[in-house]
């Protein structure tokens, strides 16, 4: 199959919803991470976008809006903690779990009774999910366990000649996907971290837990499985100890490997004998790190990821990066 790469604009968009209303998959932006919409209501377009990304059909996806209204086209019942949540942070990188709807496929949902209801604060991409009309069942347009794509050559380059089009709206501004929460009951509990962090949530509801990803795993099948992972091996610093990745990396070289340090600027110039990925601070690192990953497998064969991993989001960036380097961690 041929993928038409287009501009996000308003010719566009209304040919993707065209395709998505049918059931054909669109690769669109969002602030979070590049998503591969198909009708909810489409069962067989469910299907072609599991089958694009190789997902495991056990792993639901998550259907976006474009409006608040359009949150009860997906979910029967939007609870009094649901209510808060979208007051507080809708539009943006929040995805609520509700009680679904009956005529949102269960093959979106893989069998489950809920629903991760989410509104992309992206501005072409709640054009596109208004001018669709039908709910938009959405997962990240990467093939899967592939780092999640932050801009539409990382779509092509995972699922090109699989999808019939992608919309090319730039670099994701996230770069992390969204906080996963589950509103069902009284007390939020966070199946996956994000950008929006407990702390935001507890400031607006109060209690708020956080799921160990171990005891609650049916709540999230998609936490148990391999995820964000580059090509190469690779291993987490959790630290700034210039020493020890020095001694690393030369210890790796001396092995007939060529070493790719990810790293934080003030890091940057610490690195020996490497090859050395700047990719900022803080948020900004955030928003690089998956474009890192994907960066880094190309330059060489041995990735080292490096971050002191705080302030806002470093939670959720260590929950990504713990994964994308299989848990092998760097300890001096
Ligand atoms: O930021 C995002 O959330 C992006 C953009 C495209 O919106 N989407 C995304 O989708 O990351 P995906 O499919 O890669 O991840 C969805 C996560 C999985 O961990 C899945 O298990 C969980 O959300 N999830 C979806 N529906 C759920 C439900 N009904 N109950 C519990 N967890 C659910
Ligand atoms: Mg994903």
Redesign the pocket.
Known sequence: MKTEVLQLNDESVVRAAELIRAGYPVA?P????????VSAYSKEGVFRVFEAKG?PSD??????VGRKEDIEKAARTVTPLAKELIDAFMPG?I?V??D?RADISSAA??G?D???V?I?VHEG?RKLLIACGVPVA?????TSSRP?PTCAEHVLEDIGGKIPMILDGGSCS?G?????V?ARGEIPII??Q?MITAEDIARVVGEVRLSDGVTDIV?????K?RHYAPKCEAILHVGADAECVNRFVAKKVQEGKIPVVICESAFAKEVKGARVLDIGTGVEYTANFYAALRKAEKLGDFVIVQNRFEGKGAGALYNRATKACSQNFLKA
Not at 138 to 142: L, R, V
Request: proline share 10%; no cysteine; glycine share 10%.
């Open positions: 669109f969002t602030e979070t991470v590049y998503g591969l919409g997902r792993n639901p996806l998550i259907v976006h990188p995805t779990v509700l679904k949902t893989a489950l809920t629903v991760g989410r992309p991409a959405a997962p990240s347009a990467n999640s996230v992390i996907e969204s906080t996963v589950d199946l996956r994000g709540r999230s099948p998609g936490v499985y």
